[in-house]
């Protein structure tokens, strides 16, 4: 089981249900809310895909040793400047109203989402297998 944790496996697992379900969450705000609100929420998902796949293999490199001591802080940059990009992408998104900032933050939230939503289901079949044994 602590394979799965550590694979990219569950990353994949991770990215792809994001992706869907912020397509459902994109089809469902244009259908009951409105397509500014939709548009918030595809570019919230997207944003926030973009995010954790750039931060994830940043880590990942971190992480495997293939990064030098020193060129730690090259690593360090670029999270900076990711963060400062895409506080920029979603200032502009905002000022000039090109989404509403409610679907972006729900479009944002769709990665946190799946993370609980997938660790809840890991843990119940963990329990579910303790009980039948």
């Not at 994830?56 to 971190?62: E, F, S, V, W, Y």
């Not at 079949?125 to 009980?131: N, S, W």
Request: hydrophobic share 60%; aromatic share 14%; charged share 10%.
């Amino acid at each position: 089981m602590l394979d799965f944790w550590c694979s990219t496996q569950l990353i994949k697992k991770i990215q792809v249900s994001s992706l869907v379900l912020c397509l459902i969450l994109t089809i469902f705000g244009v259908i009951f809310v409105s397509v500014n609100f939709a548009l918030g929420i595809l570019a919230g998902g997207i944003i926030a895909s973009f995010n954790f796949y750039w931060l994830q293999t940043a880590l990942r490199k971190i992480f495997d040793q293939q990064v030098i001591f020193g060129h730690k802080a090259i690593y360090y940059a670029k999270y900076y400047l990711r963060l400062i990009i895409m506080g920029i992408f979603l200032y502009e998104l905002i000022v000039n109203k090109m989404v509403h900032p409610l679907g972006l933050i729900i479009g944002l939230s769709v990665i946190v989402i799946n993370i609980m939503v997938i660790a809840f289901t890991e843990l119940w079949k963990i329990v579910r297998t303790k009980e039948a044994t």
